[in-house]
């Protein structure tokens, strides 16, 4: 069965300390993975996604993950995180083949303190 | 930039009520999904909807639910009789395609469901 892991349920850090969030997942097939950002009162945003190539992908915001096949992870990075960033961040993974569900994982809050 | 619209923002009802969940996805996309977010939990496939029929549904789409996509525009979850819970966010998305580089949703900003 498919499944996300988010490791952090809330993470809380000062401006411009670095980020990590961990994602791990489970997938009986090749897959799509992707992080997705929802600001208080908003809806959920694409902050970006890996399909194939180079492992190590960049984002909007100067956010980037990096997906480790052997692993089965998809951590998210910032180097130096703003107030401007705090938010619920989702990772999900999408089969490359049915119809394009997305599995989420719980979902990780970061309070970011000015 | 084109959007994913919901509507209502926030529904208060009664247990026992019928509920309707409006969407309209963007206007070129193919492909249509409702999740749904209790309080506190991860977020969860319903649905998904492609040449007017259902693709695809999750154990959690039971008989009380139901979609429909009546006019070209919108896109309707049913909740024919409400549960406590039931209460939770209800994401719409839409994507124009399924396959490599097509497959990402646009999210709607989701409606709230409170059933009391």
């Known amino acids: 069965a498919q499944s996300v892991s988010q490791h952090n349920h809330h993470v809380i850090l000062s401006e411009a300390a670095s980020l990590e969030l961990g994602c791990n997942y489970s997938y009986g097939g090749t897959v799509n993975l992707f992080w997705y950002v929802q600001y208080p009162g908003q809806h959920l945003q694409l902050l970006l996604k890996y399909f194939s190539g180079d492992p190590l992908v960049k984002g909007i915001k100067g956010f980037e993950a990096e997906f480790i096949k052997s692993k089965f992870s998809f951590n998210l990075r910032k180097p130096s995180v703003q107030w401007s960033d705090t938010a619920e961040y989702f990772c999900?993974?999408?089969?490359?083949?049915?119809?394009?569900?997305?599995?989420f994982g719980t979902g990780t809050r970061l309070t970011v303190i000015p | 930039e084109p959007e994913v619209t919901q509507t209502p923002s926030h529904q208060v009802t009664q247990m026992g009520q019928e509920v309707i969940l409006r969407c309209v996805p963007i206007?070129?996309?193919?492909?249509f999904y409702w999740y749904r977010q209790i309080l506190g939990q991860k977020v969860e496939f319903l649905v998904s909807f492609y040449n007017n029929e259902i693709s695809e549904k999750s154990e959690i789409f039971d008989d009380q639910f139901s979609v429909e996509r009546p006019d070209g525009s919108n896109f309707t979850l049913k909740i024919r009789s409400t549960k406590l819970e039931d209460s939770a966010m209800y994401f719409c998305a839409s994507t124009w395609g399924l396959y490599s580089g097509a497959n990402v949703l646009t999210f709607g900003a989701g409606s709230r469901l409170t059933v009391l």
């Open positions: 999900a993974v999408a089969g490359r083949t049915g119809a394009n569900n997305l599995f």
């Open positions: 206007s070129n996309h193919l492909y």
